[in-house]
């Protein structure tokens, strides 16, 4: 297949990018990514998880140069992705594909399935018209969708299935990293656990690597090996999955946690106290963004922004708090019991 | 929970049609269930169960053309309010039973300030002066806990962020003290810390003012932990009901069992999430006998052919609509 320069791994380096507002009273910026750093081993999903604002989506679309960061490096398999033009930009790009949270907004109505899925083969492949057609029945096949419905128009299916084909529309160019961007936040629950089988399969069939970018931590407990939980641009936790919610060592990673509604009223206990909202990019508070909201913050926190920093073998936080914050599960409870 | 207590809310056989090219369809069909003083009762379902059409019907709310209550009865304080006239309705709608919605932006009037805006539906309900209604707003603000009320009386919708903007509609709502709420996904399309915030606001606001709430929702998280009774909706039907404790220890409908089973869990790993195959039945094309029979594994031919009433299941107060659910709940 491809001449492989590096072992397959997607790595991040303090990736940066700014917006700029240019507004009646001059220009506002707003920092949506700051510093941000991470690691996808080949084969492996990485999730990020953050509420609205935090720069989650900014990451997904900046690390394909849907939108071109400020700085940091971006290098993929051993090729830097920033550096590349033309022709080798056009290659790696073959070998990143996205898939978004919205099928129905991500798929031309005018065009049939077929023109859609068949589109990026003629850019991107010299193969004949028969090996396109091919290529694109086979990944139909693979989403779990009938051959015949290439020929339709993306109204004339289910939110679940419109999904599948955005699914369809990133894997025929058989990629080695897909970055899901929400990919199944919009669906049911009984139609979210279908996409999810069909993303865990086609990891372990292709030996893809994942970047999923997702608020829903049952998704991403259930989906991604490792997790970064990302908070007004930067990251403030990282480490396995598992360990990450069961022992967060970021007090804003526990309160993630503990909001997360848990589908057991048993685990219903005292709500914690949850003070304010997530401030806003554009004017973010000095030292730990985090602060303002925490209740173990002192005096350091306001001042001095904390680094994200290597706690034990596998897990990292940008936290002073000497304290690991490490609360076992239980829920938080809301109702009169 | 007995039903000795008049329910504050009583749907009897309440049936909504929708139509489709010149034929009627149900999308809510002959749903029967009460909501008692101070309760919250979750109705939990899929994308096209019927449940917000359920609200939109309490409240007559659907559009005049294409949508009908075809049967059944709401009942309220004694009168059934599908036989009411458009004016006692109005008299009805905000005053003794108020709602909000998933998305406050689109209910909220973009041109107003927040604070002439629920002064406005306090003058409307209640009456009395200008300076009555703008104070009881700003205590509305206060009691729904937005910071600095005093300057915010003054913004518009926009200024606010989203979770603010779910408070303000929920301050409004509040306005006229109104003895039912019925909460249409309210907390969707909120952040989970803000959702926390708003939900346990709900719960406190509700003990405060002696409401009964109808909250609906597709998240099953949620519901484990506001609802005191659970009604899980297919098709426009209910499947099962019963108390939250119940429905999550012990659930009897296989929909009920496969939602929980296809649900992925923060706090705990789900390896064997699994997948209902299909999808929710168009409105057009339910099928015959139990509408859940085609994505069912435990269908047995009679489930294709006869529809299944919602009958106890053997424990009090646990309803649920499937004759052939394995003894003891479904695992």
């Known amino acids: 297949m491809t001449t492989s320069l590096g072992n397959g791994d ?15 009273s001059g220009a506002r910026c707003v920092r949506a990514v700051d510093d941000v750093s991470f690691r996808v081993p080949k084969g492996t999903s990485l999730g990020l998880v953050g509420e609205s604002g935090c720069g989650k989506s900014t990451v997904a679309r900046a690390i394909l140069r849907l939108i071109e960061p400020d700085s940091g490096s971006i290098v993929f398999d051993g090729i830097d992705v920033r550096a ?4 080798a930009l056009r290659a790696l790009r073959r070998r990143m594909q996205i898939v978004f949270q919205d099928p129905y907004s991500s798929l031309n109505p005018r065009r049939t399935i077929r023109q859609t899925l068949e589109e990026p083969l003629r850019v991107h492949l010299r193969i004949s018209s028969k090996e396109i057609r091919e290529k694109a029945e086979a990944a139909m096949v693979e989403v779990g969708l009938p051959r015949e419905a290439l020929e339709r128009y993306p109204h004339e299916f289910s939110g679940g299935q419109r999904q599948r084909i955005g699914i369809a529309r990133a894997l025929v160019l058989d990629p080695e990293l897909v970055v899901a961007d929400e990919a199944v936040s919009a669906l049911d629950v009984s139609v979210q656990a279908q996409i999810l089988r069909l993303l865990e399969g086609l990891r372990e069939r292709r ?29 403030v936790e990282e480490g396995p999955t598992v360990d990450v919610f069961d022992r967060p060592l970021h007090p804003y990673t526990r309160l993630l946690r503990d909001s997360y509604p848990v589908p057991d009223p048993r685990a219903r206990r005292p709500l914690v106290q949850i003070v304010g909202e997530v401030p806003s990019a554009a004017n973010p508070p000095p030292g730990c963004g985090f602060h303002p909201r925490c209740a173990r913050a002192d005096g350091l926190c306001s001042v001095e922004r904390p680094q994200l920093e290597t706690v034990s073998d596998d897990r990292a ?17 809301i109702g009169a019991r | 929970m007995t039903s000795f207590p008049r329910p504050a809310l009583d749907l009897r056989n309440l049936r909504t049609e929708f139509r489709i090219r010149d034929r009627w369809y149900p999308a809510v069909r002959n749903v029967s269930v009460s909501l008692m003083p101070n309760e919250t009762l979750a109705v939990v379902g899929e994308s096209g ?38 004016r006692e309705m109005s008299s009805i709608r905000g005053n003794s039973i108020a709602m909000i919605f998933q998305e406050p932006m689109t209910s909220l009037n973009p041109t107003m300030t927040v604070g002439d805006q629920i002064a406005e539906a306090i003058l409307i309900h209640r009456g009395g002066s200008r300076m009555q209604a703008k104070a009881e707003a700003l205590r509305l603000l206060e009691e729904v806990k937005i910071p600095s009320p005093k300057s915010r009386l003054d913004e518009y919708p926009h200024q606010f962020s989203g979770g603010m903007r ?20 309210p907390t969707t399309a909120l952040d989970v810390t803000i959702q926390a915030q708003v939900l346990s606001q709900l719960e406190e ?3 405060a003012y002696g409401m009964s709430m109808l909250f609906i929702t597709h998240n099953l998280g949620v519901v484990a932990q506001i609802a005191d009774r659970v009604a899980v909706m297919y098709a426009g039907e209910i499947v099962e009901l019963a108390t939250v404790d119940a429905l999550f220890a012990k659930p009897m409908h296989p929909y009920t069992a496969a939602l929980l089973r296809a649900m992925p869990r923060a706090d705990r790993g789900t390896e064997n999430l699994e997948p209902i195959p299909g999808s929710v039945p168009a409105l057009s094309a339910v099928p015959a006998g139990c509408s859940y029979a085609p994505r069912c594994p435990f269908k047995e031919r009679t489930c294709l052919d006869l529809h299944p009433e919602l009958v106890s299941s053997g424990d009090p107060g646990h309803l649920v609509r499937c004759p052939v659910r394995p003894v003891g709940g479904v695992h």
């Not at chain 1, 997607?10 to 009646?24: A, D, E, M």
């Not at chain 1, 970018?213 to 990251?235: A, E, K, N, T, W």
């Not at chain 1, 708090?321 to 829920?331: F, I, M, N, S």
């Open chain 1, 84 to 87: 590349a033009k033309g022709a």
């Open chain 2, 166 to 185: 779910q408070r303000v509609m929920i301050a409004m709502a509040l306005a006229c003290h109104p003895r039912v709420l019925l909460a249409d996904e």
């Open chain 2, 205 to 207: 606001l509700k003990q």
């Open chain 1, 317 to 333: 936080r940008a936290c002073y708090d000497p304290e690991a914050t490490d609360v076992a599960w239980g829920g938080l409870r």
């Open chain 1, 10 to 24: 997607f790595i991040v380096r303090n990736l940066s990018k700014t917006f700029v507002r240019h507004g009646g």
């Open chain 2, 49 to 86: 169960s019927g449940k917000s059409v359920t609200a939109l019907s309490i409240l007559r709310l659907l559009p005049h053309a294409g949508a009908r209550i075809q049967g059944g009865e709401v009942l309220f304080e004694g009168q059934d309010l599908v036989t009411l006239s458009e």
């Open chain 1, 207 to 235: 030996g893809l690597s994942f970047l999923f970018v997702s608020h829903d931590l049952g998704v991403v407990r259930h989906f991604c090996d490792r997790v970064c939980v990302m908070y007004l641009g930067r990251i």
